[in-house]
């Protein structure tokens, strides 16, 4: 099960909450009834959950710093802790029953390692909360300033992004916002765009064969409302992106192309364009990469 799945399991927030100081055992009748344990904080060194003896649950640690499942013990055992395992879910035998962590949100705090730009010129960011903000100098349309993050083992993502700019309605400009593909120069972006004339937002596909020229911008539909949820994939044969219409829980393919065709990408991006002379601000609300 992919990590964008587990993250979309978990709402109800009926989750046992177990601090974590030192070895801990949480008691066996709340962990039964709640099915999820939390960890909160970070263990400043390992330290051992003696997991509830409860008879067919699996537990299973996500590591929030590199964004990896692994199933690290069955109930009735003990588990050592390294500081990043601070997120626990669990399993029954017939599915994960949730996911458990942080503010209990469907968001997960993107990373805020490993990025490098793409065309920075006078764009910044600012990482001091949970998001990530990028905002673009003022300047027009297709000027594409991104953070990238190379795929390493993780071919698929799912992101949540929103974004800003106070555009007047008929003003001339196109600013946009978003996540892709690059291979360095070229992009595909899937982007959400501010349409000036008015008309509002539309979901699209940009191909640029540089950071500043596009080739093909395919107009797909109307987004819901902000942010807007997208999932990148590379299947092996094929690059694909999904909209959710629901955050996240169920997906819609809007693109598939030929993972070489127009590009071989390395990395995935976080994007924005700036639009009629003025600037755009970007919100990577959420990044699960897997």
């Known amino acids: 099960m992919a990590i964008d799945q587990l993250v979309r399991l978990f709402r109800r927030g009926d989750f046992l909450d177990v601090p974590m100081t030192g070895d801990t055992t949480p008691d066996a009748e709340q962990a039964f009834r709640a099915r999820i344990i939390r960890v909160s904080g970070t263990p400043a060194a390992p ?66 390692t490993g990025w490098s730009w793409q065309n920075q010129g006078g764009a910044t960011i600012d990482e001091s909360g949970d998001a990530i903000l990028l905002t673009t100098p003022a300047e027009n349309h297709y000027q594409i300033r991104g953070r990238t993050r190379a795929f390493g083992a993780a071919k698929t993502v799912v992101a949540a992004v929103s974004g800003f700019n106070v555009l007047p309605a ?80 169920h997906w819609v393919e809007i693109y598939s192309e030929g993972r070489t065709t127009f590009l071989t990408a390395t990395s995935h991006i976080f994007m924005a364009g700036g639009g009629g002379g003025l600037a755009t601000t970007a919100t990577l609300r959420s990044w699960v990469d897997s």
């Not at 797909?220 to 299947?235: A, M, V």
């Open 47 to 112: 330290c051992s959950l003696v997991l509830p003896a409860e008879q067919g649950l699996d537990y299973v640690v996500w590591n929030t710093s590199t964004q990896t499942v692994t199933v690290r013990g069955t109930s009735g055992t003990t588990v050592d802790l390294a500081p990043n395992d601070i997120r626990f879910l669990v399993c029954d035998g017939s599915g994960f029953r949730g996911v458990a962590g942080g503010n209990a949100s469907k968001y997960t705090s993107p990373p805020k």
């Open 170 to 249: 008929g003003s001339s400009g196109f600013p946009e916002w978003g996540v892709g593909w690059t291979d360095g120069t070229k992009l595909v972006t899937i982007s959400t765009v501010l349409v000036a004339s008015g008309h509002g937002y539309y979901l699209e596909v940009h191909k640029f064969t540089d950071a500043v020229t596009v080739t093909v911008a395919s107009v797909f539909f109307h987004p819901g409302p902000n942010p807007t949820w997208i999932k990148l994939r590379d299947d092996g044969a094929n690059r694909k992106a999904y909209y959710s219409p629901d955050e996240g829980e």
